[in-house]
């Protein structure tokens, strides 16, 4: 047998590390081991952009809870795989990107740039294979950062040390397994003085977050909510953690319903769970009502009031500290009615997104005062209302869905209209804010979850930005479906700067056809400019549910009326 690199080792050692799908961008850097990986058993997916690999990557660990694993060379591949990594650090996504990296010594390489400064600068863990005989160990450790620390890390792989003959040392390490890591229990005193305060409180509200979803908390926290009288509602991130529960409110936060928002704001006291409370979640505080006590339970203590006040904190898991504070109340005989009548799940029922009359009264924008604009928003005037869009799609789409969306004026639309049946079938990369990552991570979160009908959700501007991924999507056939909410324009920009009268011009892009894009790289294409468009989209549901084989992918290149402005967006500018 020929002596194998330590670049195949590396490989080899990944995949016994269980690592089973790669996305990546290679080139000679990082052919090797992600060969080695490959004929590991891994699968690997071929981007064309390394942001749009580490997205990937990064979608398809949030929806699987694995360990993420991203392939990118050296210099240039690890500069464009930077805003990748900086939203899946910012999401504390368990992420390994394997990069390629120069020799120590190749001081005058046009590749060199000091990768790990800056993956520190982009939030992320630099490790690097240091030495032959130390580079199986320096792979194990960078793993379990990634596994057990829930961080994004970088590990560099110095083309020197990848060409070393595999060290006698180094073939002999054994791979550990990860172990059963317990959950985080919170201290019995902390546990009574919570109690306290929630037995003490007439309306209290439960926003689960991240952590709460780790936790796997859906029962528990239902089971404390029933007890105390609680709604129910997430984060962003968190959605349909609470799917189907009559007291569940949705999204907290400037995609809140008017009931979710009117409820939250009654709260006497807010229990986050696993939720960082950030502005986005808590409308800048205008969800969490003046006199309204806070709670926070979170295993991470720097996670505790980082945002705002709180008036007590919890260390310990969400499911655990949650059951806990079941048994806790209970042992006092505490029961409360709370939010929990008739009245207010009825309220809840008919309160939603969905059923609120699609007024023009966020159409008041001067700047969206265009020819195209359609006065009633139902397609006459060559646009579809984004609403009427997203509230069809909702009732078109199977149960088994998931729901990717990039980052722009669009993005509450699908949020807000499309449910989702637990947090898994949601991909929301906005951590970083950037536009461009939402068709790279419905591919990765596709992957996750075949059974589902992944639907990315995306600007023209975003989906122009990763426009090489559209190629990315039609060369593997995926059945899934991606939205353009297409209003020729940043329209973040338009109705951020259109109401204070500068001009447009620089944020505004003559129409592009996405369904012709689509189709050139391979995929189906239909354009929507009326509801009754969508009866295309409406056939290729059915056939995929009948031959799910069959099915490629489907790009919707929806005009959307630009004159139906989000009320959420004025609010969310106020930290942009
Ligand atoms: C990488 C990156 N560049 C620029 C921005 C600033 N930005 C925020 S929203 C937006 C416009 C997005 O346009 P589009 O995808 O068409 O969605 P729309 O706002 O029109 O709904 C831009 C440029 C950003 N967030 N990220």
Not at 198 to 221: H, K, M, S, T
Not at 375 to 385: K, L, P, T
Request: hydrophobic residues 50%; charged residues 20%; glycine residues 10%.
């Amino acid at each position: 047998m020929t002596a194998a690199t330590i670049a195949e080792t590396v490989g080899r050692t990944l995949a016994a590390l269980g690592c089973r799908q790669v996305f990546g961008v290679v080139g000679s850097g990082n052919f090797v081991v992600t060969r080695a990986l490959v004929d590991a058993g891994a699968g690997f997916v071929a981007a064309r952009h390394e942001t749009a690999a580490v997205t990937m990557a990064d979608a398809w660990a949030r929806v699987t809870g694995e360990v993420g694993v991203a392939s990118v060379h050296q210099g240039p591949g690890f500069t464009n795989a930077l805003t990748g990594l900086a939203e899946a650090a910012k999401s504390r996504t368990p992420l390994l990107v394997l990069a390629g990296d120069t020799s120590a010594a190749a001081v005058r390489s046009n590749f060199r740039v000091d990768q790990a400064a800056m993956a520190v600068a982009a939030g992320a863990v630099p490790e690097r294979i240091h030495t032959p005989a130390t580079a199986v160990t320096d792979v194990i450790r960078a793993h379990r950062r990634a596994a057990l620390d829930r961080r994004t890390v970088a590990l560099m792989l110095p083309l020197d040390v990848q060409g070393a003959p595999t060290d006698a040392a180094a073939a002999a390490v054994a791979v550990p397994p990860l172990g059963l890591i317990a959950r985080t229990q919170p201290p019995p005193d902390a546990v009574e003085a919570v109690a306290n305060l929630l037995a003490a409180a007439r309306f209290p509200a439960i926003v689960a977050g991240r952590g709460a979803v780790l936790a796997d908390a859906r029962g528990p926290l239902e089971d404390l909510a029933e007890l105390t009288g609680a709604v129910l509602a997430t984060s962003a991130v968190a959605n349909g953690l609470f799917a189907g529960n009559p007291f569940a409110l949705g999204i907290s936060g400037g995609f809140a319903s008017p009931v979710a928002a009117r409820l939250l704001a009654r709260a006497d006291l807010v229990v986050a769970a696993g939720a960082s409370l950030n502005m986005w979640t808590t409308r800048h505080g205008a969800l969490v009502g003046p006199g309204a006590k806070v709670l926070q339970i979170d295993t991470d203590v720097d996670a505790i009031g980082a945002h705002r006040p709180v008036d007590l904190g919890i260390v310990g898991d969400v499911a655990a500290t949650a059951e806990a504070l079941a048994v806790a109340l209970r042992q006092q005989g505490h029961t409360n009615t709370g939010f929990r009548t008739d009245d207010t799940a009825a309220a809840i029922a008919t309160g939603g997104w969905r059923h609120q009359p699609l007024t023009a009264a966020a159409a008041s924008n001067p700047a969206t005062t265009d020819d195209n604009a359609d006065a009633d928003g139902d397609g006459e005037g060559g646009r579809i209302d984004p609403r009427v869009l997203s509230i069809r799609l909702h009732e078109m789409l199977p149960a088994e869905r998931l729901v990717a969306i990039d980052s722009g004026h669009f993005m509450g639309w699908p949020a807000m209209y499309i449910d989702v049946p637990d947090p898994h079938g949601f991909v929301f990369t906005q951590a970083f804010q950037s536009i461009g990552l939402g068709l790279a991570s419905a591919i990765g979160a596709a992957f996750a979850r075949p059974d589902r009908l992944t639907v990315a959700a995306l600007g023209d501007g975003g989906a122009l930005m990763a426009a090489g991924e559209i190629e990315t999507l039609g060369r593997l056939g995926l059945p899934m479906l991606v939205v353009v909410y297409n209003d020729a324009a940043y329209g973040a920009e338009v109705h951020h700067f259109g109401p204070h009268g500068e001009p447009l011009d620089i944020v505004r892009f003559p129409d592009t056809d996405f369904a012709a894009l689509g189709r050139a790289a391979g995929t189906e294409g239909v354009t929507v400019r009326h509801v009754d468009d969508l009866a295309e989209v409406e056939r290729w549901i059915a056939a995929r549910a009948e031959h799910p084989d069959r099915a490629r992918p489907l790009v919707v290149d929806a005009k959307v009326d630009p004159t139906v402005v989000a009320e959420w967006l004025s609010e969310a500018f106020r930290a942009h």
